[in-house]
C-alpha cells in the first residue's frame, strides 16, 4: 500500500510542476499497472496451457487405467468364485 501511496506521490508532483504531459503519464500509469500485475500472477503459481493441458491428458490416461483394473478385478473375482464352487 505505501509503495502505491509513494507512486501517487510522485506522479502527482510530476504533474503539477507540468513536467509530464498526459501520454507521458498514461505510459506511466500502463507502466506501473503492469508491473504490479505480473507481481500478482507470478505469485499465483499459475501454469501454462501446455502444462495444463499434459496434466489433463495424464489424468485421462490414469482414469482409464483405474476403469481397467477395475475391470479385471470383477472378472478375476467371478473367476475365483466359479472356481471356489466345485
Do not use: C, P, W
Not at 498514461?26 to 502444462?51: C, F, M, P, T
Not at 491428458?57 to 471356489?84: A, P, S, W
Request: charged share 45%; no cysteine.
Amino acid at each position: 500500500m505505501e509503495k502505491n501511496n509513494y507512486f501517487l506521490r510522485n506522479i502527482a508532483k510530476i504533474v503539477e510542476a507540468g513536467l509530464i504531459s498526459s501520454r507521458d503519464l498514461k505510459k506511466e500509469v500502463e507502466s506501473a499497472l503492469k508491473i504490479k500485475l505480473e507481481e500478482i500472477l507470478g505469485k499465483l503459481n499459475l501454469v501454462s496451457r501446455d502444462e495444463f493441458e499434459i496434466q489433463k491428458k495424464i489424468i485421462e490416461k490414469l482414469r482409464n487405467e483405474i476403469t481397467n483394473h477395475k475391470k479385471r478385478k470383477k472378472k478375476l473375482i467371478k473367476k475365483v468364485k466359479k472356481v471356489g464352487k466345485f
